[in-house]
């Protein structure tokens, strides 16, 4: 019976695709600050088509279907950058792992190709408003390339929304600790890591080599990892450095500058709040580390964590929200109520919501077709019934990806409900 | 706080001591054949005409000491000097006793540590009929083991010791240690006290055994040792012989001191001394000064060392962050520890232990000195205050007749910068350091050379090692200098000659003047003198500059950002216990208050809280007769009842002792850490209690601690006295060791299967365990003591309590059958879970627990991290509450640990719950799972005043603490934390200011280097004790 639910809603889905919808009377999130109270938004063939302030003007398409969302908000899809979601599926279990290549330098890895759109977990990250992710590999120096993939897709093929968008390197750090054990159970005290120059050396030279290497018209022999960095020169591809010690950043933006980079964003940026001017000048994004985390010393603000949103938006730095660490991909879902906390600490609900929305789709070079409601766009949108950046309140209860609406079942809402039937319970 | 026995009781103790230590001074080994001729010495030898230091209460100015055979027959102002005695005119000089350092490992073997990194080894390697542990050496002697090392006790008579205790460094229990002079010659003819006293430490040392691992595994071992040691000294059957007991057994008698390589060590180890009637002396770490209220109320005596931290490089502003406030802090404030103490009327001896470069010591003495310190205790921690602690005030640390003849001889009061050591006699015999004959040579002097050179000299330096300056008009030479009895070398190259000037010549002392003959650079000889014109100069501006009394801040508790100073603290001249005591009344008005209790949400109230409890809830309560309170307006503000988190692991210094299948015996109580930033950020976050609680790494874990997080107090003050007794079980995957690598597969059990053995051997045995032990207890005295004694075990002991509900089961779980499994366990040996915790699996058996009264604390929202919470799903709370179980969220994590509001708010999201309900899950349900619910839990009048201020409704993700109140007293006020930032940047940037100038000024500095805080879930195994 619970199957034939699943293909019944998938057949919907599919059918539904070719309808017109109009979503009528919801408080639309823009996702550029600004809120319309009583909207109509007009969606055909995959397109937003019409946006409108009913108390100020009146629709002119015609819909297959209208949803009458009266009372409930309307936002653009969340978006999850640097994301292992659809890479694994147990932490604990290394077969189900597919985030981390053997090797330090792998420019030339890519993750699009390994991601799981059938994994269990993406259903349970969609239901509460992330409609699309940057899957992203870890580890090594050079981790690999990512790409953007839209939650709903048969198969990769499907999913894929921008392939192979960028390149991410994890910066050595000047300081680091080593595991006392094989197992990586015992960490030791922080050293001084002496394998640093040589390390920034060897970056600094496989970019001076990947560009010659590039520049040249006759390649003597091919090179697989040269190659798959091309787009960091032209200007196709961004340089995603992972970062978050503000000596680090420094140097990183540095080696970025160097190397005549044209598209950077430092992943983490945890003391980015003290290299502000430098970002600036340097036009460089920051994507902030998990918001719920704690400051890295006793004495640093408590809340330090939770401000640095707010500290980057108030030095006129572009930044979005990313959920890297532990248990990443099935804490994906709690993408929206880190917003939610850089609300609470200093930014504007409408700026918390850019932060996981239009900023998001501007750093990852895809704001031209989703990011916000916007006539022109895909219609990746979704409706709640309360604020969705609070988890008190956030209840989607219909989503579209491209203007299709997209089941919201998961796994765990069929062992909800197959054992509240055990128990008699409503 | 055991009080040392009095009268005939600690005389006894001595009598003991020394019936023990019977060993007496023989100067020449009477045993030993000679080869060649006998060489005995039985002369005398008076030293005249010298200040005499007798102790530190009594000076003779000009007396005669006399010694015959390494002892001292006389001392006195008018003491006629015997008969053919070699006598020592010491005209000018002092004498003082010879010190004595109670904290060496002098003359002991090298301790061999093998590599760590292995499979788990079970039992101890030490083979023989020893005990259980490696870690338990008491029968390590240090008189057996003792070598005469001559190249480390000269660096030590250098310093003006004369006699140290010496003992094995080694494990937790170390055995005895001796009392050896630090003379040169046969160890027969060194040792004062064979059995001088009996050593332990929280460190197992070289053992390579699993057990312990944590700091609370090491209390639990020595804890049990000393039960099995009394259990062995009854049983006549000795059907175990064990000579680890049985050296235990005899260690007792001997003063006893206990390793503490923190301030909190100290309190740890006085309550084990509490518990067995042994009041220890405390070889402290330095930091006492941080919790002086405490030291002083443990009532023990202190071995401190001078281990003051040499000062960061704090040039670059971004490296300089990597230093804590506690360590810049210490910095400033470790010299004045010997004053603090001294205040606080701590007694203390000093030891050069810990001291990275023992040649620190004097410059860190006088340190202290400057910081407070006076120069009488200063001599009393290095005489008679170690002699009395080691039981040798009768031989050592005074200069009477009688004792051994151990002395300096010194230029002066010992503690001045200028004072020279020039001899060290011990047991009659000198060692010479400096020539007190020699002439002091230094000053300046107009140096004359071939008839037509006049320049200037400068001598300075120390007597041993001069350095020379040669002035002429306005050049400056280095020149060599050597003085040897009263002959001079002194070679430079004068300006206007290539090559260097050689001068050899003679002192003449009175007037002070050199002169004699040289060569040029040529070749071709000439005369020169130099006349002595005036002292050194610089001295006189040194002597001003040390003249300021250093400034430092002030301590601040806990000793760490976010700290706060005591009020009314002056100094350390006040002991004020109960500092948190600001305001004695709260009056809140205006505040949305959610009850726990059948009103529910109440809008618009007023709340009036004073003694630590909530006295008043009432829509308006007037104000003006609360003149004394401190009025809070809470309008457009919620006001909960403080979070409880039922599952934490913060403020411990370790958190698994999972080194065997049970451990039962440990206690989280034991191992709190007051000074952990979690308490104060959990704060912030509205907590005011948390179960801390052992790891998952065995089926059967630690004893729980339950804390009130008193942000400032102790340890001991911030447990929760009223709770019960709670331990830690677990099942799956950590128990069972899935996720450990292929080293760990030998510990029992590695499957489910094995697991449910492990409880119904464990259940069995403490059944049977219980039974001896109430048939025992049933004995009278008399059969008592003719009876085959008991054996107390204190992991059956605490298991036994399971079966008798005064402790209680949380269980750490996740997949519906192995919660089956326990609660069949527990049906079929007579006890009931308490809680599970974690139990994302609890909606599958929820009608079980519901049958059996158990309670759940689960996670929100977690899964996928492991297979066993693969069906973990958001509803689970939901459902269990529906079942009717009382259902609590928990962090199991330091940073969720302040978004528990948050978590909670998950359950409206995800199931449906009311607000109320939700915020429930966070307060009066973990009350009720710890049976805490009649104080806390609730806003309701008589209730302990735990109460959160917040921003908004406590479910949003917008809401902020504004206030958490616990027992009435503010903890955590956003208006005052940030006035506390501030403070914390400009107290860095004073201390970072001092350094520099300390840096400029030629001092040594170190590189900051990050230390990061440990965060410990559930999984944690690594130990912060292990580090040192």
């Known amino acids: 019976m619970k199957k034939l639910t699943f293909i019944l809603a998938l057949l919907t889905t599919i059918a539904t695709a070719q309808k017109s919808t109009l979503i009528m009377n919801g408080t639309a999130h823009i996702g550029n600050d600004s809120v319309i109270q009583n909207s109509m938004i007009g969606i055909k063939d995959g397109k937003i088509v019409e946006v409108v302030d009913a108390s100020k003007a009146q629709v002119t398409g015609t819909y297959d279907e209208k949803i009458d969302a009266t009372g409930k908000q309307i936002y653009p899809g969340f978006i999850a950058p640097n994301s292992t979601l659809g890479l694994t599926e147990i932490d604990a279990v290394r077969a189900t792992n597919d985030f981390h290549e053997v090797g330090t330098t792998l420019p030339n890895v890519r993750s699009l190709i390994a991601y799981n759109t059938d994994s269990k977990i993406i259903p349970t990250v969609r239901t509460n408003g992330i409609l699309l992710a940057q899957i992203t590999p870890r580890g090594g120096l050079i981790s690999g390339t990512s790409s953007v993939v839209?939650?709903?897709?048969?198969?990769?093929?499907?999913?894929?929304?921008?392939?192979?968008?960028?390149?991410?390197?994890?910066?050595?750090?000047?300081?680091?600790?080593?595991?006392?054990?094989?197992?990586?159970?015992?960490?030791?005290?922080?050293?001084?890591?002496?394998?640093?120059?040589?390390?920034?050396?060897?970056?600094?030279?496989?970019?001076?080599?990947?560009?010659?290497?590039?520049?040249?018209?006759v390649k003597e022999e091919k090179n697989l990892r040269f190659e798959s960095m091309k787009g960091l020169f032209t200007g196709e591809q961004t340089l995603y450095l992972h970062v978050n010690n503000v000596k680090e950043i420094i140097e990183a933006v540095?080696?970025?500058?160097?190397?005549?980079?044209?598209?950077?964003?430092?992943?983490?940026?945890?003391?980015?709040?003290?290299?502000?001017?430098?970002?600036?000048?340097?036009?460089?994004?920051?994507?902030?580390?998990?918001?719920?985390d704690l400051p890295e010393h006793p004495e640093d603000d408590v809340d330090l964590t939770y401000k640095l949103p707010y500290l980057l938006q108030k030095a006129g730095v572009m930044y979005c929200l990313n959920n890297e660490g532990d248990m990443e991909a099935m804490g994906t879902r709690n993408l929206p109520f880190l917003a939610g906390t850089a609300a609470a600490y200093g930014l504007t609900k409408e700026q918390a919501l850019r932060s996981i929305t239009l900023n998001t789709a501007k750093i990852l070079g895809i704001d031209k077709t989703t990011g916000s409601i916007e006539v022109g766009k895909d219609a990746n949108i979704f409706i709640s019934t309360g604020d969705a950046l609070d988890m008190r309140t956030n209840n989607v209860t219909q989503a579209f990806v491209k203007g299709v609406s997209i089941d919201l079942n998961n796994d765990q809402k069929e062992l909800y409900e197959k054992y509240k039937k055990k128990y008699g319970l409503k | 706080m055991w009080r040392q026995p009095t009268g005939t009781m600690k005389q006894l103790f001595i009598l003991l001591a020394l019936v023990i230590g019977s060993t007496s001074i023989a100067q020449v080994t009477e045993t030993f054949p000679v080869?060649?001729?006998?060489?005995?010495?039985?002369?005398?030898?008076?030293?005249?005409?010298?200040?005499?230091?007798?102790?530190?209460?009594?000076?003779?100015?000009?007396?005669?000491?006399?010694?015959?055979?390494?002892?001292?027959?006389?001392?006195?102002?008018?003491?006629s000097v015997p008969k053919g005695a070699v006598v020592y005119d010491l005209k000018g000089k002092t004498m003082y006793p010879g010190l004595i350092d109670a904290y060496t490992s002098y003359g002991m073997p090298e301790i061999k540590r093998m590599p760590v990194w292995g499979p788990p080894q079970m039992e101890s390697n030490v083979k023989g009929a020893y005990g259980w542990n490696g870690a338990v050496k008491a029968e390590t002697e240090a008189n057996k083991i003792f070598t005469d090392d001559s190249k480390a006790a000269d660096e030590m008579r250098r310093m003006g010791f004369g006699s140290v205790l010496t003992f094995q460094k080694d494990g937790i229990v170390r055995g005895s240690a001796a009392v050896v002079t630090l003379a040169d010659g046969r160890e027969n003819e060194l040792m004062v006290l064979d059995k001088a006293a009996a050593m332990y430490s929280f460190d197992k040392g070289s053992s390579t055994q699993d057990y312990p691992s944590s700091l609370m595994g090491a209390i639990a071992l020595l804890r049990q040792t000393y039960l099995d040691a009394d259990w062995y000294k009854k049983d006549k059957t000795k059907k175990e012989y064990n000579i680890s007991l049985d050296a235990f057994n005899n260690l007792q008698t001997l003063p006893q001191i206990f390793e503490s390589t923190d301030k909190l060590n100290i309190m740890r180890a006085d309550k084990i001394g509490d518990e067995f009637k042994m009041q220890y002396i405390v070889k402290g770490s330095g930091n006492e000064?941080?919790?002086?209220?405490?030291?002083?109320?443990?009532?023990c005596r202190l071995i401190i060392p001078l281990n003051f931290p040499v000062a960061y490089d704090v040039e670059d502003a971004y490296d300089a962050a990597n230093i804590s406030l506690t360590e810049l802090k210490h910095w400033e404030m470790a010299p004045v520890n010997p004053y603090a103490l001294?205040?606080?009327?701590?007694?203390?001896?000093?030891?050069?232990?810990?001291?990275?470069?023992?040649?620190?010591?004097?410059?860190?003495?006088?340190?202290?000195?400057?910081?407070?310190?006076?120069?009488?205790?200063?001599?009393?921690?290095?005489?008679?205050?170690?002699?009395?602690?080691?039981?040798?005030?009768?031989?050592?640390?005074?200069?009477?007749?009688?004792?051994?003849?151990?002395?300096?001889?010194?230029?002066?009061d010992l503690f001045d910068e200028k004072t020279l050591i020039y001899e060290n006699w011990i047991q009659g015999n000198p060692y010479k350091i400096l020539d007190y004959n020699a002439i002091d040579v230094r000053g300046n002097y107009d140096l004359s050379y071939g008839g037509n050179h006049t320049v200037k000299l400068k001598v300075e330096g120390e007597p041993d090692k001069l350095k020379a300056t040669v002035m002429a008009d306005t050049a400056k030479m280095v020149a060599s200098i050597t003085v040897t009895g009263d002959a001079i070398t002194l070679n430079f190259n004068p300006k206007d000659a290539a090559g260097t000037l050689r001068l050899s010549g003679n002192i003449n002392a009175n007037p002070l003047?050199?002169?004699?003959?040289?060569?040029?650079?040529?070749?071709?000889?000439?005369?020169?003198?130099?006349?002595?014109?005036?002292?050194?100069?610089?001295?006189?501006?040194?002597?001003?500059?040390?003249?300021?009394?250093?400034?430092?801040?002030?301590?601040?508790?806990?000793?760490?950002?976010?700290?706060?100073?005591?009020?009314?603290?002056?100094?350390?001249?006040?002991?004020?216990?109960?500092?948190?005591?600001?305001?004695?009344?709260?009056?809140?008005?205006?505040?949305?208050?959610?009850?726990?209790?059948?009103?529910g949400v109440l809008k618009n109230q007023d709340v009036y809280i004073t003694e630590g409890r909530i006295v008043r809830i009432a829509d308006d309560i007037n104000a003006t007769k609360m003149a004394y309170a401190k009025i809070i307006d809470g309008t457009g503000m919620h006001l909960t009842a403080g979070i409880i988190d039922e599952h934490s692991?913060?403020?411990?210094?370790?958190?698994?002792?999972?080194?065997?299948?049970?451990?039962?015996?440990?206690?989280?109580?034991?191992?709190?850490?007051?000074?952990?930033?979690?308490?104060?950020?959990?704060?912030?976050?509205?907590v005011t209690m948390a179960q801390l609680l052992h790891g998952s790494a065995n089926p059967i874990g630690g004893q729980s601690a339950i804390i009130k997080l008193r942000w400032g107090k102790s340890p001991e003050q911030m447990k929760f006295d009223k709770a019960a007794g709670f331990i830690k079980f677990a099942l799956g995957e950590n128990v069972k060791q899935s996720n450990w690598g292929d080293m760990n597969t030998i510990r029992f059990p590695q499957t489910r299967m094995g697991v449910e053995q492990v409880y119904y051997d464990y259940f069995t045995r403490a059944k049977e365990y219980d039974a001896k032990q109430k048939a025992f207890g049933a004995l009278t005295d008399k059969a008592k003591a003719t009876a085959t004694p008991f054996r107390r075990d204190l992991e059956l002991e605490a298991i036994a309590e399971i079966l008798n509900k005064q402790r209680f089961i949380t269980c750490h779980s996740y997949v519906q059958s192995e919660l089956n499994m326990l609660m069949h366990v527990g049906d079929s040996m007579g006890f009931q879970v308490n809680t599970f915790t974690h139990i994302l699996e609890g909606y599958k058996v929820a009608d079980k627990m519901k049958a059996r009264g158990i309670g759940a604390s689960t996670f929100a929202d977690w899964w996928a991290y492991k297979v066993e919470v693969k069906d973990a799903i958001p509803y689970n709370a939901a459902i269990m509450t529906k079942m009717g179980i009382t259902t609590a969220i928990?962090?199991?994590?330091?940073?969720?640990?302040?978004?528990?509001?948050?978590?909670?708010?998950?359950?409206?999201?995800?199931?449906?719950?009311t607000e109320e309900e939700a915020l429930k899950m966070v307060t009066l349900n973990p009350a009720k799972l710890l049976h805490i619910d009649k104080w806390v839990g609730s806003i309701k009048v008589g209730k302990d005043a735990d109460v959160v201020l917040w921003s908004d409704n406590p479910l949003s993700i917008y809401a902020k603490v504004e206030k958490t109140i616990i027992d009435g007293h503010i903890y955590y006020d956003r208006d005052q934390d940030e006035k506390m930032r501030i403070e914390i940047q400009k107290e860095r940037a004073r201390i970072i200011q001092k350094m520099i100038d300390e840096k400029k000024a030629g001092a040594a500095t170190q590189k900051p280097v990050l230390k990061k805080q440990k965060l410990f879930g559930c999984d944690s195994m690594q130990e912060n004790y292990m580090e040192e």
């Open chain 2, 289 to 299: 000064y941080q919790r002086l209220d405490d030291i002083k109320a443990a009532n």
């Open chain 1, 150 to 217: 839209v939650l709903d897709g048969w198969n990769w093929e499907d999913a894929a929304y921008k392939i192979d968008d960028g390149i991410h390197v994890n910066w050595p750090r000047i300081q680091s600790r080593k595991y006392l054990d094989e197992d990586n159970i015992y960490p030791g005290p922080y050293e001084k890591n002496k394998d640093y120059t040589k390390q920034t050396n060897d970056l600094q030279k496989l970019f001076a080599d990947a560009k010659a290497y590039n520049e040249t018209d």
């Open chain 2, 35 to 79: 080869n060649g001729t006998t060489n005995k010495n039985h002369n005398t030898y008076a030293f005249t005409n010298v200040k005499i230091v007798v102790d530190p209460e009594t000076t003779i100015d000009n007396g005669t000491l006399v010694v015959k055979d390494g002892i001292i027959i006389a001392v006195g102002p008018k003491i």
């Open chain 2, 342 to 412: 001294e205040k606080y009327v701590i007694p203390f001896a000093i030891t050069t232990a810990d001291l990275k470069d023992k040649k620190d010591f004097w410059k860190n003495m006088r340190k202290a000195i400057s910081y407070g310190l006076s120069e009488k205790q200063a001599l009393k921690s290095l005489t008679v205050t170690p002699a009395e602690m080691l039981n040798v005030s009768d031989k050592l640390g005074k200069l009477k007749a009688g004792m051994i003849a151990n002395f300096i001889i010194t230029s002066g």
């Open chain 2, 890 to 913: 928990n962090s199991d994590d330091a940073e969720m640990g302040r978004r528990l509001n948050q978590e909670a708010a998950k359950t409206v999201k995800y199931g449906g719950m």
């Open chain 2, 513 to 599: 003047k050199f002169n004699g003959k040289g060569q040029l650079p040529d070749g071709s000889w000439i005369s020169w003198s130099a006349t002595y014109t005036s002292a050194m100069s610089a001295d006189a501006k040194k002597d001003t500059a040390k003249k300021q009394a250093p400034t430092f801040g002030q301590v601040i508790y806990p000793f760490c950002a976010y700290g706060e100073p005591a009020d009314d603290r002056d100094g350390f001249d006040k002991i004020i216990n109960d500092f948190k005591n600001r305001y004695d009344a709260i009056l809140i008005k205006h505040v949305t208050v959610w009850t726990n209790e059948a009103e």
């Open chain 1, 254 to 292: 540095n080696f970025a500058k160097t190397n005549m980079i044209k598209k950077v964003v430092i992943v983490g940026g945890r003391d980015s709040w003290m290299v502000t001017d430098l970002l600036k000048e340097n036009n460089v994004a920051v994507m902030v580390s998990r918001l719920h």
């Open chain 2, 649 to 686: 692991h913060i403020a411990l210094i370790s958190v698994n002792e999972g080194t065997q299948a049970s451990s039962a015996e440990v206690r989280m109580g034991d191992v709190i850490n007051s000074e952990d930033i979690s308490i104060y950020r959990q704060l912030s976050g509205g």
